[in-house]
DNA sequence: AACTTTATTAAAAATTTATTTAACACTTTT
DNA sequence: AAAAGTGTTAAATAAATTTTTAATAAAGTT
């Protein structure tokens, strides 16, 4: 191999491991972060390929290519006369951070704002109560002036959301800052 | 216990639920993660009252409640006349989620543009070796060029962080919009 | 329709991570 | 200065997760 080509790919590992290694952010298997890595300087890849280039099995490739395909970080891609299915690492981040954060922020609103709304509502049945005593009462007032204030920060988190999923969000911070 | 005592634990109990529920997004052990979410309804704890509440060891607790001090969702409170440390959970969520996504974006853009920098050097070198096979060269080109492409977003990144850090991002998206 | 090839699922093994028990070190109090 | 109380570190255990081997299913080819 020649002096080029392996300076060529030392200076690919650099990358590749600083991105596998700051992929636990995204909550993945060392696994898959390396396998994205990888696939991040490939067009794309064969699960054979995959188990070749890091020397794991097959299943292994499979799930983790399949997490994160569910975290939108590779697509399936279509390759005309070829049996085996082939996959491509999105290698455009702005869409992964969307994907990613929009769909763990959603969730995250979704079901603490359910939570929410049904603790708040029990609340309110406390401090009704004629059975409860005044301290009672007043705990609970405490929590439900708690909760909506909490509140706030979720509906936030859903508008941040839509104005990420919209584009809007870059009107105000640009992909590419004029100066 | 009284009927509304009761209702009230019960109410608590679901919110510290999804609260627990949804912080594996945090990256945070299940302990760390029911820990926070028991403490958001106190107003301070001891590490004993801690592990009375969960039912867990003490060891267990004081290495939960710092990975909370780290990622800022939990701070050492003084409270004068006691020799045992007290902690309290940060209730304003505008402030933990400013605190965690800063660290963690701040880093990764961090760790990425450092590896890129030096890989897109090395680029350069193969470049203009004059060693180089065509072939080599264009490939190294290309490589250059998908790095170059994404510094727009660590660079998108970074500026994301400030105006978070700077508050500015509330201007463009309001805690509690007017309409 | 049988045979290949490929991908996925299931069960087992291995690794990693979390938690606990036990020991240690530091403070404060007496 | 000794003793008690509190928190942290270390080693061991337990639990969960990841990975692999093996088996099955699905799809395509001859």
């Known amino acids: 191999m020649s002096e080029s080509t392996e300076r060529l790919e ?11 290694e700051t992929m636990d952010l995204y909550g993945v298997t060392p ?31 499979s799930t983790s290519v399949r997490r994160l395909q569910e975290i939108k970080m590779v697509k399936k891609t279509f390759t005309r006369g070829s049996r085996k299915h082939t996959y491509a690492a999105e290698k455009n981040f702005f869409r992964s951070f969307m994907a990613f954060y929009c769909q763990m922020w959603e969730r995250e609103a979704k079901m603490n704002m359910e939570a929410i709304e049904e603790a708040q509502e029990d609340f309110i049945e406390v401090i009704k109560d004629s059975k409860s005593t005044p301290e009672i009462v007043a705990e609970a007032k405490t929590y439900y002036d708690q909760l909506e204030e909490s509140k706030t ?11 990420i999923r919209s584009g809007k969000i870059f009107e105000f911070l640009p992909k590419d800052p004029k100066n």
């Open 10 to 20: 030392e200076a690919k590992d650099k990358v590749i491991g600083t991105i596998a």
């Open 31 to 61: 696994a898959a972060a390396n396998l994205y890595a990888t696939m991040y300087f490939k067009d794309q890849m064969t699960l054979d390929e995959m188990r070749t280039e890091l020397g794991m099995s097959k299943p292994s490739m």
């Open 153 to 163: 920060y979720y509906r936030w988190l859903e508008d941040l959301v839509e104005s």
